[in-house]
């Protein structure tokens, strides 16, 4: 049985892996149709970002792969997801484009990450962590596989604190719940809060993503032990 989050009194809040690994099996067929061209601003940041650093990439939330062709030659990729039917979509696109750098493509938990620590240059997420039922433990997790020196790139929803953004996002909630995303409760409060108890991450850069504004690039490093030595 999977866990629920609790996320406020209200029922309407709570979310959990199963209803996102369902809303994404659902998403699949059509996904590239509907959220290629409106979030491709973001995935271009995030990959150029990426590219810079270079070396071995986990992308958790892989999806259907619609990033992977945007990756350097000498970027090696490692995909996961957590829904199959958006894996298999992206098993195609490897195939059909011959891309070479894609090491892997597995079904995992972004909370339960199998690999060991320090595995990854880059741990990158692009429109994920609002999908999963606990992004402190994911953003744990990240923080975990990521070498010294290594950076989490993360392309993610910060909600609005007060106003009427806030009140629309509140009230969107239970609306969007069922198809997978969560567009309350992602405040800059949260990421800053998860920060503030991570040992030897630190913030490296936070720029907000056009057209809205409602997503952000965010930058965490590691520090680097050796360095600092
Ligand atoms: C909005 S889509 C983003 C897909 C892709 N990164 C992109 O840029 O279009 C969110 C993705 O996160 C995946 N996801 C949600 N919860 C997850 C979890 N706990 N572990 C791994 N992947 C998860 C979903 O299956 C979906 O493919």
Redesign the pocket.
């Known amino acids: 049985m999977a866990e629920i989050i609790k996320l406020g009194a209200d029922r309407s809040m709570d979310f959990d892996?199963e209803t996102?690994?369902q809303?994404?099996?659902r998403?699949?067929p059509i996904?590239?149709l509907v959220?290629?061209g409106v979030?491709s601003k973001?995935?271009q940041a995030?990959i150029q970002a990426t590219n810079k650093i270079g070396g071995r990439v986990l992308?958790?939330?892989?999806?259907?792969g619609?990033?992977l062709p945007l990756y350097s030659q000498n970027v090696r990729i490692f995909g996961?997801?957590?829904?199959e039917a958006?894996?298999e979509k992206a098993k195609k696109r490897v195939a059909e484009q011959g891309l070479k750098n894609v090491e892997g493509l597995a079904v995992?938990?972004?909370?339960k990450l199998e690999f060991s620590d320090n595995s990854f240059d880059v741990v990158m997420?692009?429109?994920?962590l609002?999908?999963?039922?606990n992004p402190e433990a994911?953003l744990d997790e990240f923080a975990r596989v990521v070498r010294p020196g290594g950076e989490l790139i993360i392309?993610t929803r910060v909600s609005a604190d007060a106003g009427v953004r806030r009140f629309i996002e509140q009230k969107l909630q239970p609306v969007v719940r069922p198809l997978?995303?969560r567009t309350a409760e992602f405040a800059w409060s949260r990421y800053t809060k998860w920060l503030a108890g991570a040992r030897g991450m630190e913030l490296a850069e936070r720029r907000l993503i056009p057209p809205l504004g409602h997503f952000s690039l965010v930058r965490f490093r590691k520090a680097d032990v050796a360095k600092a030595a």
């Open positions: 892996r996102v690994e809303a994404y099996d998403w699949a996904y590239d959220f290629g979030f973001g995935r995030a992308e958790v939330g892989v999806g259907t619609i990033s996961t997801d957590i829904s958006m894996l995992m938990d972004a909370e997420a692009q429109y994920v609002s999908a999963v039922p994911a392309l997978g995303f």
